[in-house]
């Protein structure tokens, strides 16, 4: 009985910590990035809600709070105006966007090294090279061959063993064009693959193996770089499918479905919790930098502005504009997080 409870709950527990990790980095990145400016930092919190404890620096008050989903690095003079040289608001431009910048770009270094990890972990460095097919492969009876690299599905550019799954994915229908290098040349494949449903999404089925190449210092680190550019242009591909109308509200994820999928990940093998972590924490970084009122990208959109016409934005336009969108992304998390919650029963 315990075992079972703990085999349920230790998963989640995983998840929520990982999803904490995000954020300490993030908002650990503009604390530093504060520090070497040398703008005040009031508070660095981990957790929100109820205060549990707290420990008094020299000028900043490090607190633990219940909550493990937030966090939050409150900077002298950040949302109003200070007469403290220290101030945020008082540092210059460059300086200010440097900070600001430096929690997404925290998290998009933590992907990075998440995508090394897991390359560094497999026996063999992927390629898009086709190595052998199933039993009655469809995709060969198109005319795919044994030794042929793909270069583009669907017209996207295919680089990792990631891209060519990712384009198989966002295929509905399984008809696909497929791009080919084959003895030097390019040859171009009109395929359609079976395709399964699964949970009233249908999915476009692999009926082939890619090649996997011995490792060494330098494809480890090519492997990375391309594998991490793969998992960023993810983040792309899906809000271009969002907004296309190839998935709904009812398809996004909060933290209750985020949660439920690192959970489900931790359970199924170490590759797959790494694989979601990366995505995830990229997902996070991109995602701030989005010039969307209330995240950092909004921030430096008006911080690029001041530095372009020397004009800042009235202190009190700027609070309306976070404010709206403040409001607006807790409306949509509200709904995200329902239809999350709703999923699981």
Not at 45 to 53: A, E
Not at 302 to 320: D, H, S, W
């Amino acid at each position: 009985m315990i075992t079972s409870v703990w085999n349920t709950v230790y998963p989640i527990i995983i998840a929520i910590l990982f999803f904490e990790l995000i954020i300490i980095i993030h908002e650990g990145g503009h604390f530093f990035a504060a520090k070497l400016m040398k703008i005040k930092v009031n508070e660095f919190s981990i957790g929100m809600g109820p205060k549990l404890f707290q420990i008094k620096g020299k000028e900043t008050k490090y607190t633990l709070r219940l909550v493990l989903f937030g966090g939050y690095c409150a900077m002298e003079g950040e949302d109003e105006e200070s007469d403290d040289e220290r101030a945020f608001v008082n540092k210059k431009v460059s300086q200010r966007i440097f900070v600001v910048a430096a929690g997404a770009i925290m998290n998009l270094i933590l992907g990075f090294i998440i995508v090394l990890i897991i390359t560094c972990s497999g026996n063999l460095v992927g390629t898009t090279e086709v190595a052998k097919f199933e039993d009655n492969a469809v995709s060969q009876s198109y005319g795919l061959q044994v030794g042929d690299k793909i270069k583009s599905i669907d017209g996207m550019r295919v680089y990792t063993t990631n891209d060519v799954t990712t384009g198989l994915s966002r295929c509905q229908d399984g008809r696909i064009e497929m791009l080919v290098e084959r003895e030097g040349n390019d040859v171009t494949l009109n395929i359609e693959f079976d395709t399964e449903e699964y949970e009233g999404t249908t999915y476009t089925k692999m009926d082939f193996w890619l090649r996997g190449v011995e490792k060494t210092f330098g494809n480890v680190i090519s492997q990375t770089c391309k594998e991490f550019v793969s998992y960023a242009r993810m983040v792309f591909l899906s809000l271009h499918d969002l907004l296309v109308g190839r998935y709904g509200l009812s398809d996004l994820s909060g933290p209750v479905g985020a949660v439920s999928v690192v959970s489900t990940a931790v359970k199924t093998s170490m590759y797959s919790m790494l694989r979601i972590m990366a995505l995830l924490t990229v997902n996070v970084g991109l995602f701030n930098l989005f010039p969307i009122p209330a995240l950092d990208g909004w921030r430096l959109f008006v911080l690029l502005g001041e530095g372009i016409t020397r004009k800042k934005l009235p202190a009190k336009a700027e609070y309306m504009i976070n404010a709206v969108g403040l409001i607006l992304l807790i409306a949509l998390m509200c709904v995200v997080t329902f239809s999350d919650v709703t999923k699981l029963f």
